[in-house]
């Protein structure tokens, strides 16, 4: 069987893919209830692109270099369907604490919103202890702990995400967390699931982010660049995850010692997004 690169896979499935998440993203809105919290939005979930500028000293030195990936069910075909919280734990914890539980995961679903991570953390604690097998309480309190730095402790969330919700959704939070740590082989192996996955092009090119910077993590330059070098052409209308994308390559670039690629690129990406990061500053550094 020919080996099809994930983001092609990706981009051909994407037409179709979108107009039913769209579809599906009105409907969950037009049940939203007051009490239903909502969940994070995609563009402050995942890994910044700046996240690529951290030394790879560092990461050697917490990795754990050659340890295995760990053991992980395999994912189903598709993710087990999405229930209301407020259903899930009336289920897991009876009525009667149920209302408490929703309550303080919505709490939670505000405090991440408005970037007060330490309160978020506060709020979904008893949901978590109480409700572990809950996907949106794991879900949330790994990404809270990611953006406090707590990798460790994100990852378990993140991990039990995955194994509840059969998901690939926050694969590259899970895999940069992973790799914050070192673990180079759970970094491999999340991103070959989602290959398998194929999920929206958005999530693969964030991905391969991740997958870049571990890679340069390790000092391998040549091979993070081919992989973000790879189907790369820059759209004319560019989203938040190409633009991401372009700034990670050039930054590498920069760091490789090929000024005029990065000169070029962090350009284009200054031309989109001027407040991306310290691209602007990164743009004068160079000419």
Same mark, same amino acid.
């Given at each position: 069987?020919?080996?099809?690169?994930?983001?092609?896979?990706?981009?051909?499935?994407?037409?179709?893919? /979108?107009?039913?998440?769209?579809?599906?993203?009105?409907?969950?809105?037009?049940?939203?209830?007051?009490?239903?919290?909502? /969940?994070?939005?995609?563009?402050?979930?995942?890994?910044?692109?700046?996240?690529?500028?951290?030394?790879?000293?560092?990461?050697?030195?917490?990795?754990?270099?050659?340890?295995?990936?760990?053991?992980?069910?395999?994912?189903?075909?598709?993710?087990?369907?999405?229930?209301?919280?407020?259903?899930?734990?009336?289920?897991?914890?009876?009525?009667?604490?149920?209302?408490?539980?929703? /309550?303080?995961?919505?709490?939670?679903?505000?405090?991440?919103?408005?970037?007060?991570?330490?309160?978020?953390?506060?709020?979904?604690?008893?949901?978590?202890?109480?409700?572990?097998?809950?996907?949106?309480?794991?879900?949330?309190?790994?990404?809270?702990?990611?953006?406090?730095?707590?990798?460790?402790?994100?990852?378990?969330?993140?991990?039990?995400?995955?194994?509840?919700?059969?998901?690939?959704?926050?694969?590259?939070?899970?895999?940069?967390?992973?790799?914050?740590?070192?673990?180079?082989?759970?970094?491999?192996?999340?991103?070959?699931?989602?290959?398998?996955?194929?999920?929206?092009?958005?999530?693969?090119?964030?991905?391969?982010?991740?997958?870049?910077?571990?890679?340069?993590?390790?000092?391998?330059?040549?091979?993070?660049?081919?992989?973000?070098?790879?189907?790369?052409?820059?759209?004319?209308?560019?989203?938040?995850?190409?633009?991401?994308?372009?700034?990670?390559?050039?930054?590498?670039?920069?760091?490789?010692?090929?000024?005029?690629?990065?000169?070029?690129?962090?350009?284009?990406?200054?031309?989109?997004?001027?407040?991306?990061?310290?691209?602007?500053?990164?743009?004068?550094?160079?000419?």
């Amino acid at each position: 069987m020919e080996y099809e690169d994930p983001e092609t896979i990706a981009q051909r499935e994407e037409y179709k893919q /979108r107009k039913a998440e769209r579809a599906r993203r009105e409907a969950e809105r037009a049940a939203e209830t007051p009490e239903k919290p909502t /969940r994070p939005q995609r563009e402050r979930d995942l890994p910044a692109a700046s996240d690529l500028q951290r030394q790879a000293s560092r990461a050697v030195s917490r990795g754990r270099k050659g340890a295995p990936a760990r053991d992980r069910r395999r994912l189903p075909g598709r993710p087990h369907p999405v229930k209301d919280p407020a259903v899930a734990l009336k289920k897991l914890v009876g009525e009667p604490r149920s209302k408490t539980l929703v /309550r303080r995961l919505h709490e939670g679903a505000k405090a991440f919103e408005a970037e007060r991570f330490a309160d978020a953390r506060t709020a979904l604690g008893p949901v978590v202890k109480e409700a572990p097998e809950l996907p949106e309480g794991r879900e949330l309190m790994g990404l809270t702990l990611y953006r406090l730095g707590k990798w460790k402790e994100a990852i378990e969330h993140l991990e039990s995400f995955r194994e509840f919700a059969g998901s690939t959704e926050q694969h590259p939070v899970l895999a940069d967390a992973h790799r914050a740590l070192g673990n180079w082989a759970d970094v491999d192996v999340l991103w070959a699931e989602l290959g398998e996955a194929s999920p929206s092009a958005e999530l693969v090119v964030e991905g391969r982010i991740v997958v870049a910077g571990a890679k340069a993590d390790q000092g391998d330059l040549t091979s993070a660049i081919r992989l973000l070098e790879q189907n790369w052409k820059p759209p004319k209308r560019p989203m938040g995850h190409h633009l991401r994308r372009a700034y990670a390559l050039a930054d590498l670039y920069d760091r490789a010692g090929r000024a005029p690629r990065a000169r070029e690129l962090f350009s284009w990406v200054a031309g989109h997004a001027p407040d991306l990061a310290d691209v602007q500053q990164r743009v004068k550094a160079l000419s």
